[in-house]
């Protein structure tokens, strides 16, 4: 699962988000009756971790390149190399007179710009998409848009790479994966890829609407959940499944 919009109602200020009981309930039940149960962030992996609170699930961060597992935070050697590039580009970045409400957040592997807390979101994504775009092509980097926010970052280490990389290493048969964002829809369109590239394999994916902050484009995805909310319901009515 995603966290933020999925298992977390997005909040204006990242730092205040949290992550629904019920949802973190069913994680849990569910860890102890499937072989992965994972979280899949932009945020670091420590975040997600922090948020989430469980042990006995895997974190993993930064969209995909950094993965959490017994206390240790591991990057993955194909985003180190991309770490000047980023680190300039955060630079540069910071030097704009930017327009009111916009907060940059400097991430391991990434640099993110919100814009939530602007007076007129339209304008200001325009503003932003104008500057951003051929600054991250500049670098070498890529430009994400996501729910009032751009992310430039590594290109291709997302998390359609990072769901790829999981199911291969761990040797998957079956996955569901809970997403709401367009980084998400990388995940669901590895998922559909993997699935019909093979016999026995299973592969579900679930975009989360919230007519609230609707993604730039819609999700393409097998089912659709109703908020955070109808993330709670479906996530403890699989964990009683399980049992
Ligand atoms: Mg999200």
Redesign the pocket.
Known sequence: V?????ISPIAPDPLSAYVLPGCRLALEELSQHVDLVGVLS?RTAQQARQMVGLDGIEYWGGHGVLHLANGTVRMAPEAERFLSAVTDARREIESWDMPPGVLIEPKPTAVAVHYRLASDHGATQTWLSERLAPMARARGLELLPG?MVFEIRPPGLGKGWCIQRIIHERGLQSIVYI???Q??GEAFAAIHSWRTAGPNRVGVTVAVENVEVPPHEPLTADFVLSGVRGVERALLSLAVRAR
């Open positions: 995603d966290v933020d919009g999925t932009g729910r997403g709401d964002d980084t998400d």
